[in-house]
């Protein structure tokens, strides 16, 4: 480990800053895989806690957040030096958050509870709970900041929650077990996976009625395997990426028209999304073969895959 | 594909609209749970005494689900559960039909559930959370029922398909002497037949009566269950079909050739097991053990599986009328979410649930059934228990 540090401390004096790498949580191994991503290489493997899901970074680059599921907190580390700089208080069996536009505060899913927490991430204070439907999952937060939005998986809903107020303002049903809400970087736009439902509902957050439903149909794969889970979408509005879980594949859909354009085929189990902060590449965590897929976006092309720890579950790339 | 999806949505968008939190008087939803214990013997081991709130407490933590969600959908849950007797149960059973609950969450033995069925005729949907019976799904099939326990065809084929995978396809078959026992070793016959496994030789244990319990007991069984088992053909494993619990937790490491156990003791079927994490099974597994104070067993994974059929279908329709909510769940467009990784939906031959089948040690989930190996053009899940071809049932018609 110690070597480790050491090599991670090199590379990080060696280059300005520590734009486009990649973390990725591995839920079973309990640690974070560090890759470059110009390289694509494995730059370190670091501690997290116990159960690390969710991870997310703060939009200055400075910290880096983990949902620690057995801990019952989130670990906020360096990412420089993967050093645990201090710990937030999140509730129960914390799985997945969501970071205001601005970096404050953290709103987090608490399954245990169904309830959100927000928790402030300057003074590290939580300043309200929220409650919300049976397991809540999934979070997402509108561009301009004013709305967060949490799905709970068993009332199979998506929560508009006001920012300011912390108030529930509509719910929107959708298939069973919504896992991700992912808005349009015009905020016209909100995407809603369902797991179980196995379609993921195109919602207009303007009047909050499902505008459309994609399914999906992949020849060869049982259509109970096709569970979506992680969605992104690009900042120009343009493609829209879905991890469909057990299928193994990643959906790749032209988000003018919402139609299902192509699947790729990643590892086993794809979960979580990022892109890298240029949008050439996406990046995919595959949990059961332990593994990362690579996507060039322009191409619809995996290019690559690099293993990792075991049963990786989240993935964030840092900012330029 | 755009038109197929514009017209599911169609229908889709009455239901769609936002849901805002203050409606203004909710909606009651009524149910039971009827349970009826039969006053046996106690179980072999003491770990399997029933607790009191047996499948209420599964009851109870449907109720605050559909509850939950119920508060954005101004919908109210009520639940009755009511505990009774072979003997009691139709008088427990008229006094739930005159109070007019229309949806009935049964938790008895096969002959007390049809009969219950039978009563009930068609003042109420009654949900059959515990009764195994081939034949309640078969040739005793009923129109007013949907079954929510698996069937013993189900945890049969559940078994058979990891056994075949296992590569174990010879089997010693050792049932007992109970009409219950009987049936699933007839189960576990046309599972063999069906899969490809061979039952080399099939012994019956007669339960001769007596206590379960004796002082230093163990050191007869000890010599019995090796006397028992020998000179059998020669097998893969050993599969016991012991419903009434007499012997089967006996023979585990007591039998005379040195083969694993499955069935009733060993490695178990099962539609539920309290160390399931998989599918988001750990939050409910804490949900429940919040709530009650103990771990979830089957009886109450069914009955909070019942009861969130007619929540998930109150929710779907935006209704609390129990003829939209029954019309609803028999429909093709139900689905119910379960914790077992797919959606849950009716068989509408024989009203049978599909669902995954967990295969068991005392402490954790070996599998999960079906396995992948085995297809079917329709779902998966039909691969296990009886199949529309095969189906006895024939709903009367009702005109």
């Not at chain 2, 805002?20 to 081991?45: C, K, M, T, W």
Request: some cysteine.
């Amino acid at each position: 480990m110690k070597h480790l540090l050491a090599t991670a401390a090199l590379i990080c004096a060696a280059q300005p800053a520590l734009a486009n790498r990649v973390f990725i949580t591995n839920e079973r191994s309990n640690d974070i895989t560090v890759l470059d991503g110009e390289s694509f290489e494995v730059i370190g493997t670091y501690p997290a806690g116990n159960r690390p899901r969710g991870i997310a970074i703060s939009p200055d680059g400075t910290e880096l957040y983990v949902c620690v599921s057995d801990d019952d907190l989130v670990r906020v580390f360096d990412p420089q030096t993967m050093e645990e700089m201090h710990t937030l208080p999140s509730g129960p069996d914390p799985e997945l958050f969501v970071l205001h536009p601005s970096g404050n505060p953290l709103f987090i899913a608490n399954e245990d509870d169904n309830i959100v927490t927000v928790v402030d991430t300057k003074t590290h204070q939580m300043l309200a709970e929220i409650p919300v439907g049976v397991e809540p999952e999934g979070m997402g937060v509108s561009p301009d900041g004013r709305v967060v939005i949490n799905t709970s998986e068993t009332t199979n809903m998506a929560h508009f929650i006001d920012t300011e107020t912390y108030e529930i303002t509509a719910n929107v049903l959708v298939d069973s077990r919504p896992r991700f809400a992912q808005y349009t970087a015009d905020g016209s736009k909100l995407y809603v996976t369902s797991e179980i439902g196995g379609t993921v509902s195109v919602i207009d957050p303007v009047t909050q009625q499902i505008t459309k439903k994609i399914s999906f149909d992949i020849p060869g794969v049982l259509p109970e395997a096709i569970q979506p889970v992680g969605a992104r979408v690009t900042s120009d509005g343009s493609k829209l990426f879905v991890a469909l879980g057990p299928a193994n594949r990643v959906a790749v859909i032209d988000a003018a028209t919402d139609e299902v354009i192509d699947y790729l085929l990643v590892g086993q189990r794809v979960w979580q999304l990022a892109f890298s902060p240029d949008e050439k590449y996406l990046y995919t965590t595959n949990g059961n073969s332990n593994d990362v897929s690579i996507i060039d976006v322009a191409a619809n092309e995996v290019v690559r895959s690099v293993p990792v720890g075991q049963q990786p579950w989240g993935v964030v790339v840092a900012p330029d | 594909m755009f038109k197929g999806i514009t017209g599911i949505l169609a229908g889709a968008c009455a239901l769609a609209q936002p849901v805002h939190a203050q409606a203004p008087e909710p909606v009651v939803i009524r149910a039971a749970v009827l349970r009826v214990d039969d006053p046996g013997l106690p179980p072999i081991s003491r770990l399997e005494l029933p607790p009191e709130d047996l499948g209420f407490a599964g009851a109870d933590l449907a109720t605050d689900d559909n509850d939950t969600t119920g508060r954005f959908m101004g919908q109210d849950f009520q639940t009755v559960t009511v505990a009774a007797t072979p003997d009691t149960a139709a008088d427990s059973m008229r006094d739930l039909l005159d109070q007019d609950i229309r949806f009935i969450v049964v938790m008895a033995d096969d002959d007390v559930t049809l009969a219950l069925a039978d009563q009930v005729g068609d003042r109420a949907m009654l949900i059959n959370a515990m009764a195994r019976g081939d034949n309640l799904r078969g040739v005793d099939c009923r129109m007013n029922t949907i079954h929510v326990a698996p069937s013993r065809a189900m945890l049969a084929d559940g078994l058979t398909q990891f056994l075949m995978w296992k590569n174990w396809p010879r089997w010693m078959l050792i049932h007992g002497s109970h009409p219950q026992d009987q049936a699933m070793a007839e189960a576990y016959r046309r599972s063999a037949a069906k899969f490809g496994a061979e039952i080399v030789e099939e012994r019956e244990f007669e339960d001769t009566g007596g206590a379960r319990r004796t002082d230093s007991g163990h050191v007869q069984v000890q010599s019995q269950m090796p006397v028992f088992t020998q000179r059998a053909e020669d097998h893969d494993i050993v599969i016991t079909a012991d419903e009434a619990d007499v012997f089967a937790v006996y023979l585990p490491y007591l039998t005379w050739d040195p083969r694993p156990v499955a069935g009733s003791a060993g490695l178990v079927p099962r539609s539920w097991h309290p160390a399931m994490e998989a599918w988001g099974a750990t939050q409910f597994q804490n949900r429940f053990e919040a709530l009650a104070n103990r771990r979830m067993r089957e009886a109450d994974y069914q009955a909070w599986l019942s009861l969130r059929i007619i929540g998930e279908a109150a929710t779907r329709t935006n209704s609390g009328d129990p003829d939209t909510l029954r019309d609803f769940i028999l429909s093709p467009e139900f689905d119910v979410a379960g914790f077992k990784g797919q959606a849950l939906t009716v068989r509408d031959w024989d009203h049978q649930v599909r669902q995954p089948i967990l295969l068991t040690t005392g402490d954790l989930t070996t599998s999960v059934s079906p396995q992948e190996q085995y297809l079917h053009q329709t779902s998966q899940l039909d691969t296990l228990g009886v199949d529309r071809a095969e189906t006895e049932c024939r709903f009367e018609d009702p005109s």
